[in-house]
Structures are given as C-alpha cells and as structure tokens.
C-alpha cells in the first residue's frame, strides 16, 4: 500500500516536548529565591496529585524536573557587603540623567516588572562588584551608570 493512503495518528503531527532548557552557569539564589523554588516544587507536587488528565500531568511533571533540577544545584549567596553590589542587593543608579532602583537576584526570581533583575542580565553584570560613587560601563559607555545607594535588601534574604 501506498504511503499516501496510511492512516497516521494524530502524535505523529505533534511537535517533539523537550526538557525545560536550563541556564548555563551557576545557579546563584538568595534565601528567598531558594525558598521560592521550593515552594514551586511543593506546589507542583500537589498539582500532579490533584490531576487525573495525563496531558496535564505531563505538563506539570516536565515542570517538576526543571524546578527540582534548579532547586538541587542552587548555591545560596551570602548578602553583599553594605556599598558594594552583589546578589540579593538593592541597588539605586543614575542612567541617562535618571535614577532607577533595581534588586539584582538569581535567574528564577527575577522580575523586571518588579524590579528584580537577575545577576546574569546585563545591567546587573555592569553593576556587580561596583561600590556607590562609582561610575560603571555599560552599552561600551565608559561610564554611563553612577552607583547613587547599594544596600542589602532585606526580602531577599527572608
């Protein structure tokens, strides 16, 4: 029989499901982030519990894996030195005449929305290590960012 004439089922059109990709690199969090992720992993245990559609479980378990994975290989961050910008601090800037605040976190619990930047964003990266008054590169602006305050922000360490 002609290969034009064979029924093929409906999973043959569906798009291959892959693993969650993963960051390259470390996997640095504050207190906070580690305990977010574990509260993803609680929760998502209890979803596929709860759930009697196998999509669905499906779904839920590949999550599963990438939150357990993150959790496993998190290495928590001590809080930065008051005046000097590390993970979990709380940073405040001047960009182009204007004064921002951000908090430079680990890559799950950034929100830029929020103002939580992941340390492996660029801008954090720019800010790393800098002290206040100082002034850092950014977009090959020799020293387009001035550091105004850095301290630890207490809900990343919580």
Not at 46 to 67: G, M, N, P, W
Request: with cysteine; aromatic share 4%; glycine share 6%.
């Amino acid at each position: 029989m002609s290969v034009a004439f064979r029924r093929e089922s409906d999973d043959e059109h569906k798009e291959p499901e892959f693993e969650l990709p993963i960051a390259v690199g470390p996997n640095l969090v504050t207190p906070r982030g580690l305990r977010l992720l574990g509260e993803e992993v609680t929760r998502l245990e209890a979803e596929i519990a709860a759930t009697t559609d196998a999509e669905t479980r499906k779904k839920s378990q590949r999550r599963l894996r990438y939150f357990h994975t993150r959790q496993s290989t998190a290495e928590v961050q001590a809080p930065p030195e008051d005046g000097s910008v590390g993970i979990g601090s709380r940073v405040t800037y001047r960009l182009n005449n204007a004064e921002k605040t951000i908090t430079v976190v680990g890559g799950d619990e950034a929100d830029p929305a929020l103002g939580c930047v992941a340390f492996s964003a660029p801008l954090a990266r720019a800010l790393m290590g800098a002290e206040i008054g100082e002034r850092v590169e950014y977009h090959d602006r020799e020293d387009a960012i001035e550091i105004v305050a850095v301290k630890t922000d207490p809900e990343t360490q919580a």
